[in-house]
């Protein structure tokens, strides 16, 4: 794949990603930084723009489009538009008609975009079982404690609860399923809603969903940025092979989804052990300190992170995601 098709392919995923036409400044913020963190990965000058052109409305999906002759690559980026969309957990009516749209520049038919949806969607639907949808009284960043439990977990199982996570997510990364990081996110929900759960708090979709963006996790741009580092590595199965093939090109990608869920994990334990004290800028600053501290940690469990992804079973992962 040249460097031109990933570049429409990303350009694509730009387009998904802003095409309900719903996100805020702090959202547009999170993905014009995911636009610049790829062009240093991809050495691809042209990344630069794309952005600028996506928000401006001044790249039409036709001349995205246009680079994709091979039909694996038009496949390829209608599943990451598809995931990026669903990402959430949801389509909008705008999403849908921008998939169709998208789907007929493609020249795909139903026939392959349905399955890809399906997967999709059953993948996404693990977002909105990884918590409850919502409980009594909470709401964003602003949930009431329940009684305290008698004998809360110790701080060691807390801690191999957040470094086991960090380490399956890490492993995702190397699968070369396009699909594979849309775990991902419903495992860190999953992650912080235990957590929470167990210092007192029970939260809600909503309330984790508002956590994770405020210190700087959306979902649609974290999926894009999983995606776009394993596009660029070489990693997706069309593109680069099985397992094991390109791992030191996804060291990248894997050491972002282990750092963010080890730091979101971290956090989350901070916020919710300390009775939830913590503002909005003190949230955001140690997020950032423990990210840091988690992308120096990533090489010394390489081998675990690699050992999981050669075992790992995606019905397990399902499994962990549903507390099942």
């Not at 969607?121 to 918590?131: D, K």
């Not at 590595?233 to 080890?262: H, N």
Request: glycine letters at 10%; a negative charge; proline letters at 5%.
């Amino acid at each position: 794949m040249s460097p031109e098709q990933q570049q429409a392919i990303l350009a694509i995923g730009l387009l998904a990603a802003f095409a309900d036409g719903a996100h805020d400044a702090r959202e547009r913020e999170q993905i014009r930084q995911l636009a610049e963190s790829l062009v240093g990965n991809s050495g691809a000058a042209g990344l630069a723009g794309l952005y600028q052109q996506v928000l401006l409305k001044h790249l039409r999906l036709q001349d995205a489009v246009a680079p994709l002759t091979d039909p694996a690559h038009r496949q390829l980026a209608y599943e990451m538009a598809v995931c990026v969309c669903d990402a959430d957990g949801h389509l909008s009516a705008a999403e849908r008609d921008f998939l169709d749209t998208l789907a007929s520049a493609l020249g795909l038919d139903a026939a392959l975009t349905a399955p890809i949806e399906e997967q999709a969607g059953e993948m996404a639907e693990l977002a909105e079982t990884a918590a409850p949808a919502s409980v009594a009284s909470p709401t964003p960043l602003a949930v009431e404690a329940i009684p305290a439990p008698a004998s809360p977990p110790p701080d060691a199982e807390t801690e191999r609860r957040i470094l086991n996570q960090a380490i399956l997510c890490g492993a995702l990364e190397l699968l070369p399923q396009s699909w594979a990081s849309m775990a991902i996110i419903p495992l860190q929900i999953r992650l912080v809603y235990t957590i929470g759960k167990a210092h007192g708090y029970e939260l809600d979709q909503g309330h984790i969903r508002e956590l994770l963006a405020t210190v700087g996790v959306g979902m649609g741009s974290q999926y894009l940025e999983q995606f776009g580092r394993k596009l660029i590595g070489g990693l997706l199965g069309k593109i680069g092979g099985g397992l094991g093939r390109g791992v030191g090109r996804a060291a990248t990608g894997m050491a972002f989804s282990f750092a963010t869920t080890y730091a979101l994990g971290q956090v989350a334990r901070r916020y919710y052990g300390g009775g939830r004290q913590m503002s909005t800028a003190l949230l955001k600053d140690s997020y950032a300190e423990l990210l840091g501290r988690a992308k120096g940690m990533q090489s010394q469990y390489l081998p675990q992170i690699e050992d999981k992804a050669r075992t790992l079973d995606m019905q397990q992962v399902i499994g962990m995601v549903r507390g099942s």
